[in-house]
């Protein structure tokens, strides 16, 4: 033992361990992220060389082209030219200028690698015009499935929750609206303008149609009113069809057109009323709960009209042209789209000169305006 040993007796001295470090620990150490990046690198370099050498050769396609150029080259130099009064290259020989008949060139088919030559773009077919009456039954079926198929629960009136309990009585009363003066469209339809002279016969489709208009807003069953008024725009397009074959008739005349502004007026009077009366037929005052119903029942019939009256626009052009009637239609169009875009968030009854608005009084600013230009509208076109 060597004096500087302070080991206790009996017990051996503990080896001394090197001291940390060397390239050997520190690869034993990092070996997998060592192994990880000779991988990458490794399928890099792979990688980098497959598209090196992708690059550097030539398509088939390329080296065919160009291999193709030479030769066209040279069929076109062997090929004669043509004098300059010659035919072109349909017919078999062409003469020249000397009067030796030299063959004329086949056509050159395209190559293989060029792109195609487009074809000429299709003429565009003009649309088709509507024939008589089309314009003006499309309007009467569109505002009738506008309120019976488009919306989400469909025709309210006759649904139990939303109809008998009043729980939509707003769109309610829209759609019954719309239903009015669909069904006063439909009969000076049926009454008229299908007909020349009261000794020609109805229309089946637009007579059924009119029938099954009149059925109740409110009958859930046996029959269901949504399912009819469905069955009466199912005939008015059948109506259609026969217009467009020839088969059935559409006269707009003008005596036609002042019984369906008759018919439209005397609408937008009772409306015009019941927007401004202050008590009800029984003397008591006009409820609140019946404000906002008179006042959307109004917008309905606003909505439908707008469009019937812009069908009329189409439909009686000459005849409204002939009596200078168009500013006049076209100003009751205006009032009644103006009616129709009225949108309060809660329909109040205050008084006329109030703080409160009366959105009744404001209605009826729109559908007696309309009223009266329809009425002008009426007596301009009886005039001779």
């Known amino acids: 033992m060597t004096p500087n ?10 080896p001394v361990t090197p001291p940390p470090g060397g390239l050997l620990l520190l690869l034993l150490r990092y070996r997998f992220f060592i192994i990880v990046l000779v991988v990458v690198l490794f399928l890099g370099a792979l990688f980098a060389w497959g598209a090196w050498r992708g690059g550097s050769t030539m398509p088939k396609s390329a080296e065919s082209s160009v291999a193709a150029a030479p030769k066209e080259l040279e069929l076109k130099t062997l090929m004669p030219a043509f004098p300059k009064g010659a035919h072109e290259a349909g017919s078999p020989t062409t003469p020249s200028s000397q009067g030796i008949h030299k063959p004329a060139p086949a056509p050159v088919s395209p190559k293989a690698g060029s792109s195609p030559v487009p074809p000429a773009p299709a003429l565009a077919t003009p649309p088709r015009k509507p024939v008589k009456g089309e314009v003006f039954t499309q309007a009467l079926v569109k505002i009738i499935d506008d309120q019976v198929n488009k919306p989400w629960f469909g025709w309210r009136p006759n649904t139990i929750v939303f109809g008998k309990m009043g729980l939509t009585d707003n769109a309610n009363n829209i759609q019954l609206g719309v239903l009015e003066v669909a069904r006063r469209t439909v009969v000076v339809l049926n009454e008229h303008m299908t007909r020349f002279a009261t000794t020609e016969a109805y229309n089946p489709q637009v007579n059924e149609a009119m029938n099954f208009f009149m059925v109740s ?40 057109l002042i019984a369906l502004l008759s018919n439209y007026k005397d609408l937008l009077g009772s409306s015009f009323y019941n927007l401004n009366k202050d ?30 009256l812009e069908a009329v626009t189409k439909e009686f052009h000459q005849e409204l042209q002939k009596k200078n009637a168009h500013k006049l239609l076209g100003d009751a169009i205006h009032a009644l789209h103006a009616a129709s875009h009225l949108n309060p968030w809660v329909v109040t009854n205050g008084a006329k000169d109030g703080i409160l608005a009366n959105h009744r009084a404001n209605m009826s600013t729109y559908i007696g305006e309309a009223e009266h230009v329809i009425s002008t509208l009426m007596s301009q076109l009886a005039t001779n």
């Open 5 to 14: 040993d302070t080991s206790e007796p009996g017990h051996l001295p503990a």
């Open 217 to 256: 807003p409110d009958k859930y069953w046996f029959p269901s009113a949504s399912g009819k008024y469905r069955e009466a725009a199912q005939d008015l397009e059948k109506y259609i069809e026969g217009l467009k074959a020839g088969r059935a008739r559409f006269y707009s005349r003008v005596d036609y």
């Open 279 to 308: 008590k009800e037929a029984d003397g008591q005052p006009v409820s609140w709960f019946m404000v906002d119903d008179y006042f959307y029942y109004s917008q309905g019939i606003a909505l439908a009209m707008a469009e019937m």
